[in-house]
Each structure stands twice: as structure tokens, then as C-alpha cells.
């Protein structure tokens, strides 16, 4: 059974306060009545020692029980409800305070027994009697009877004190319970509007619109977090759906261009405009070239995505191999009266293959060389640092637009300003080598400015 987040809080929060109340009135109940009935107890002892001593203060005014001021005595005993006899040493009874005092009590006691509490009505006792030897100068002179009845030890006064007690306790439960239901009703609304507002929104999302966003107005962390995931998750949904399908517009439009070349081509041979002269063938042949590069390439993709991409891993001087790629590039930079400039320390070691860094830097170099103005220039810079070692290629080329930015590693992916500048790339160039420096366990990164340059920085782990 599944229940609503509301009633689960409600309910939970309901049953704490239930149980602590409960733990509450007990514990103290418990300790409370312990600490009253030792009180009472010592008043008890008390009691009994003050009638002790008064009958030892009176036999020491006479020296002698026979002139004894029994009126004293007989207050005493009224007035704490006890029964009080004195005996001489024979036995005999000298003074006795007679019980009608006592029985007067215990029986307005049992009347009132049924509209009292269970507490006090437990503790409505029997008649005790006890006896203590009256000792005076270390001599014993008689004996003294006490005797009382068990109310007397707990007085109506502090019945009434424990019942007050437990009805305080029942009344400050009941305050709880409501004060703990409005705190409940009103927390788990704060919880669960924005939890409903989500998933309203991934259901929307799931009906396959991408373009709602969960718009939550909530300062709880983790709420606010799944909220912004869900809109995270959409945006990158809409960016994929945007980039699929600009994905089969590109590779048409790769495919085609060459297409087109070959049967215009072909359809100008067979209507004898044109003659099949070797350039022309060649002109073919190129075009071929450039499809059957592209049908390499996605397999390439392919292999590298499928991560069964197998690096042929050793301990290599990079400065060298990095040095040596740029000297390779020179010649074609020269031409074009590019500069190529390196800023590159001695013995930068690295565990990588050396294949795929060479055709990562390649792709990196030979896009710059693509995308570069009149007196152009490229930079390559490496640095080691603790845990990484970092390359970067800064060019002062056309740049790639911030609208464009985010996307130059998708695969077929280029930005409208090379379709138009014909470099014979297909857009697969950068999802390559992306692949390649991430199954070397690295990053790459990209920052470019339109107009002004563009740097590549890719960051492999140190080893
Ligand atoms: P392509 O084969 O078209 O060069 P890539 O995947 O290598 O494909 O690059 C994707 C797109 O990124 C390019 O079409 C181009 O628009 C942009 N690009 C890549 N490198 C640079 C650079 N150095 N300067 C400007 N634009 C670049």
C-alpha cells in the first residue's frame, strides 16, 4: 500500500509525540512519586520522634510518668493522627490517647473511597502499631506505643498533588497533539508541493515534452537539488533530441555534396558534354576519396565509442614526440606563410599511446591550419603540473561562435562558417579526438572567441 508523503509525516510525527509524552509522564510519574512518598516517609519519622521526645520532655519536668501533662500529649496525637500510649516498665498502661480520632478518619476515609482517586484509595492502609523504649539518662523508663493508620502517611494533599500532576500531563499531550498535527500538516505541505510540481514535470517529460522546466519555490537543499537535476536532465534531453536530429540533416548533407559532384559528373559523360579526361577522373576520384574517409572515419567513431578501443600504452618522452609532430606540420604551415611556434619543456614523460596522441595532435594542428586568417598563428604550449599534464594549441583563427561552442565535439557537427569556407572536413575531426584523449583517461576543453582565435587545452592524468 502506498501512502501519500502528508499522511506519512502527519502519522509519524504524531506517534513521536504520542510516544514522548507517554516516556515523559511515566518517567516522571515514577520519579516524582518516589522522591513524595521518601518526603512523606522522613515527615512520618518525624512525627514519631517529636512524640517521642515530648513524652521523654515531659517525664523529665516531673522525673516521673504519674503528674505527666497528658493534655499536651493528646493534642499532639489529634492533630498528626496517631494513636499514643504510654507504658511504665511493668507494662501498664499509663496514658493512651484512645484511637476515636483515628477511626473517625479511616472512616471518613472509606465513604469517600469510591470518589477517589485509585492512588489514594491503595493507599488507605491498615492500622499499624509500633512500640519504642522511652530511654531517659540511659535508663530505660517504659515503653511508648504508636500506632496510625496508613492514610495518614500519604495526606489527601498530596493525593492531589500526584492527580494534578497527571492531569497536567494528559492536558499538555493533548496541546501537543494538535500544536504537532498543524507543524506536520503544514512541513509536509512545504515537502510535498514541490515534489508533486516534479513529478508533474517528468511526466511531461516522458509524454515527450522537453521543454517544460520544474519551477520550484523551495528552501529545502535536497528538493531543490532534484529540481534542478529534472531541469538538467530536460535540457540535455532537448540538446540530444536537437542534436539527433541536426545529426541526419549534416550527414545527408556530407554524403550528398559528393554525390552530386559524381552524378552531375556522370550524367555530362553520357550526354557527351564532357569528355572523361584524367582530371576529371581524378576530380572523381577525390570525391570517392573524401566518402570512403568519412565511411572510415564513423567506423573509427565507432570503434573508439565501443570503448574495445585497445591502447598500445608505453613510457614516452612527450616533448620529443611533441616536437617532432610540429616539425612534421611546419612545411604545410611555411607554405601558406602561417608561423608555428612551440613553447615546450625538455623531458615531459607520459604513459600514452603513441599513435593516438600523434593522431590527436594532428587532428588539433591541422584543424587550426583549416580555420586560420592571413597571418595566422598557432601556439603549442606543454606544461606538467602535480597531476596532469596539459597541452594546449592557441590559434588566432576565425574563431567558433558561442552559439556553436558547445557543440564542436559532436560527431558531424560544424559550424556554418567552415561548411561555407569547403575545408573538406566532415565534423568528425573533434569526436574523434575527444574519444581518443578520454580513453587515455583525459579531458579536453575548448575556448574560442569569433574572430579573435580559438585554444584547445587537453589535460592527461600525470603518471
Ligand atoms: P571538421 O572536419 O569540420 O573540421 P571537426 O570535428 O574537426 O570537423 O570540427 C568541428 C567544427 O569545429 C569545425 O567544423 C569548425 O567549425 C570548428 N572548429 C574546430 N577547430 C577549430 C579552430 N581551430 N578554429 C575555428 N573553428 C574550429
Known amino acids: 500500500m502506498k501512502i501519500s508523503l502528508m499522511k506519512k509525516l502527519s502519522l509519524g510525527f504524531l506517534l513521536t509525540i504520542l510516544g514522548s509524552i507517554v516516556l515523559t509522564s511515566l518517567i516522571s510519574n515514577y520519579t516524582v512519586g518516589k522522591e513524595f512518598r521518601k518526603y512523606l516517609f522522613d515527615e512520618h519519622k518525624l512525627k514519631i520522634d517529636n512524640v517521642i521526645k515530648l513524652v521523654e520532655d515531659l517525664y523529665n519536668e516531673q522525673n516521673s510518668f504519674s503528674n505527666i501533662n497528658q493534655y499536651e500529649i493528646q493534642r499532639y496525637a489529634e492533630m498528626e493522627e496517631l494513636y499514643v500510649e504510654i507504658r511504665d516498665l511493668s507494662n501498664d498502661t499509663i496514658y493512651s490517647s484512645g484511637n476515636s480520632h483515628l477511626m473517625h478518619k479511616n472512616m471518613m476515609e472509606n465513604m469517600m473511597g469510591p470518589m477517589m482517586s485509585n492512588f489514594s484509595k491503595m493507599n488507605i492502609g491498615e492500622y499499624t502499631e509500633n512500640k519504642y523504649p522511652l ?9 511508648i506505643v504508636i500506632g496510625y493508620f496508613g492514610t495518614s502517611y500519604l495526606s489527601s494533599g498530596s493525593v492531589t498533588f500526584i492527580n494534578t500532576l497527571n492531569h497536567s500531563f494528559i492536558l499538555s499531550a493533548f496541546i501537543a497533539l494538535i500544536f504537532g498535527l498543524i507543524i506536520s500538516i503544514i512541513i509536509s505541505r512545504q515537502l ?12 511531461e517529460m516522458r509524454d515527450g515534452n522537453l521543454s ?7 528552501n529545502t537543499k535536497e528538493i531543490s537539488e532534484l529540481s ?7 535540457e540535455t534531453l532537448s540538446k540530444q533530441e536537437m542534436l539527433r536530429k541536426r545529426l541526419t540533416s549534416d550527414m545527408a548533407h556530407e554524403l550528398r555534396t559528393p554525390l552530386t559532384t559524381l552524378k552531375t559528373h556522370v550524367e555530362a559523360f553520357i550526354d557527351g558534354i564532357w569528355e572523361p579526361s584524367v582530371e576529371r577522373l581524378e576530380d572523381f576520384y577525390e570525391e570517392i576519396e573524401r566518402l570512403t574517409k568519412l565511411v572510415d572515419n564513423l567506423r573509427n567513431l565507432a570503434r573508439i565509442e565501443q570503448a574495445n578501443l585497445n591502447l598500445n600504452k608505453s613510457y614516452v618522452n612527450l616533448s620529443n614526440e611533441l616536437d617532432k609532430i610540429i616539425d612534421a606540420f611546419k612545411p604545410l604551415y ?30 588539433l594542428l591541422l584543424n587550426s591550419y583549416k580555420y586560420l586568417k592571413p ?27 558561442e552559439k556553436d561552442l558547445p557543440y564542436i565535439f559532436e ?11 569547403h575545408t573538406g572536413g566532415s565534423g568528425i575531426g573533434l569526436t574523434i579526438t575527444k574519444s581518443l584523449v578520454e580513453a587515455h583517461g583525459g579531458k579536453i576543453y575548448v575556448e574560442s572567441k569569433l574572430n579573435e582565435g580559438t585554444t584547445f587545452s587537453i589535460e592527461f592524468p600525470a603518471t
Open 135 to 143: 530511654i531517659i539518662d540511659n535508663k530505660n523508663v517504659g515503653t
Open 192 to 203: 510535498s508541493k514541490p515534489l508533486v510540481k516534479i513529478t508533474e514535470t517528468a511526466n
Open 212 to 218: 517544460v522546466r520544474a519551477l520550484v519555490n523551495t
Open 228 to 234: 534542478s537535476s529534472i531541469n538538467y536532465l530536460a
Open 334 to 363: 611555411i607554405k601558406k606563410n602561417y608561423e608555428l611556434t612551440s613553447n615546450i619543456p625538455l623531458e615531459v614523460n607520459a604513459t600514452l599511446d603513441k599513435d593516438k596522441f600523434k593522431q590527436i595532435m594532428n587532428n
Open 375 to 401: 597571418n595566422g598563428k598557432v601556439e603549442v604550449i606543454l606544461r606538467k603540473e602535480k597531476q596532469s599534464i596539459i597541452i594546449k594549441v592557441i590559434d588566432n583563427g576565425i574563431g567558433i561562435s
Open 411 to 421: 560527431r558531424f557537427y560544424r559550424s556554418d562558417v567552415s561548411r561555407t569556407k
